[in-house]
């Protein structure tokens, strides 16, 4: 079976944010980023799963930047087999991404689909 794994890029967890003058967004100037924790412990668990058997693929994608690319080394590392990168520098709603995630499911037909809980960046759940 094979297993999708949804990963995204946030701001790193132990940086202290900070907001535009502008008020207008995060600045994320020369801010260290990684991968969303909760979907780190979607990696791990895919993982877990291919080395019980369970599964015999893992696939991690993501929808970002080309500096997302840092986050699918990650996954690759955890133990990821493949990574699929949809690259764009348009920042992308959680409606948009959840459309773009089922085309890849419809294309790469998992047997699983596992995403973590929530992103700590929107905190939205809604993807």
Do not use: W
């Amino acid at each position: 079976m094979k297993i999708l794994v949804a990963v995204k890029r946030v701001i790193d967890y132990n940086v202290k944010i900070r907001v535009k003058p502008d008020n207008s967004d995060v600045d994320l100037t020369n801010v260290k980023m990684a991968m969303n924790p909760f979907c780190e412990i979607a990696v791990e668990e895919a993982v877990r799963l291919k080395e019980k058997g369970v599964a015999t693929e893992v696939v991690a994608v993501t929808v970002g930047p080309k500096a997302a690319q840092e986050q699918l080394r990650t996954a690759l590392a955890l133990g990821a087999d493949r990574a699929i990168h949809l690259e764009t520098d348009e920042r992308v709603e959680s409606l948009a991404v959840a459309k773009l995630l089922a085309k890849v499911v419809e294309e790469e037909q998992p047997g699983l689909v596992i995403l973590g809980k929530q992103a700590i960046d929107t905190d939205n759940n809604q993807t």
